[in-house]
């Protein structure tokens, strides 16, 4: 049988307060969702009426209108676009439902911040494509500590691609890849969450 030209993996890694490994889970991404075609299509079909589910930079579900004049700008999460928008690349959430192909958001997005239940995000690694050897990749990560207070449960994970409006800066999420873990985690306070997503495509 033939391999996938496009794959995806995810790793996750929880540490507790004194940076101990706690737990472990890496497994195929089995659930690249509807917005990862949508924004491929709005690329080669752009006009006034297109939209696309997004989430605001306050975590706001909200569809947004790619109209061309407006100088729309596509990021992976860099270190100055990810202060304006957090849940562009990595996003993490506390649901554990089976992801649907159709949805455009995790089932409950755990929100940047230090108050209870939320999480505080961090910049995104991300690695330039290797293109010496089959498959060729590359990688997205992002560690999330919990200043909450409390612990935080995690139950599923994400990846967004950032969208900017250039004419009025300002900035949105849209979600290409939901994953649910296979079972929820208890992230205690003060300890971290490094999640990593590999995509490849093969030749």
């Not at 109209?67 to 700008?73: D, T, V």
């Not at 409390?150 to 949105?172: C, D």
């Not at 306070?189 to 093969?202: A, E, H, K, M, R």
Request: proline share 5%.
């Amino acid at each position: 049988m033939p391999k996938p030209l496009l794959t995806a993996r995810y790793r996750v890694v929880v540490r507790d307060a004194q940076g101990r490994i706690k737990y472990i889970e890496e497994a195929p991404s089995k659930s690249f969702i509807l917005n990862f075609l949508y924004l491929w299509w709005l690329c080669l079909n752009l006009n006034t009426t297109d939209s696309i589910s997004t989430v605001d930079s306050s975590g706001n579900q909200t569809t947004i209108t790619l109209i061309e004049p407006n100088g729309w700008f596509g990021w992976a999460n860099s270190q100055t676009t990810q202060v304006s928008n957090p849940y562009a690349g990595i996003q993490v959430g506390s649901g554990t439902s089976s992801p649907s192909a159709s949805s455009p958001y995790l089932e409950s997005l755990i929100l940047n911040g230090m108050s209870p239940g939320q999480l505080s995000y961090a910049f995104n690694n991300v690695t330039s494509p290797s293109v010496s050897s089959n498959p060729s990749t590359m990688q997205i990560t992002q560690t999330l500590s919990n200043n909450s207070g409390g612990s935080v449960t995690v139950g599923e994970i994400g990846l967004a691609i950032g969208l900017q409006n250039t004419n009025t800066n300002t900035f949105y999420a849209a979600l290409i890849i939901h994953d649910v873990l296979s079972s929820a985690i208890s992230l205690p306070y003060g300890g971290t969450i490094t999640v990593t997503y590999t995509l490849q495509v093969n030749t």
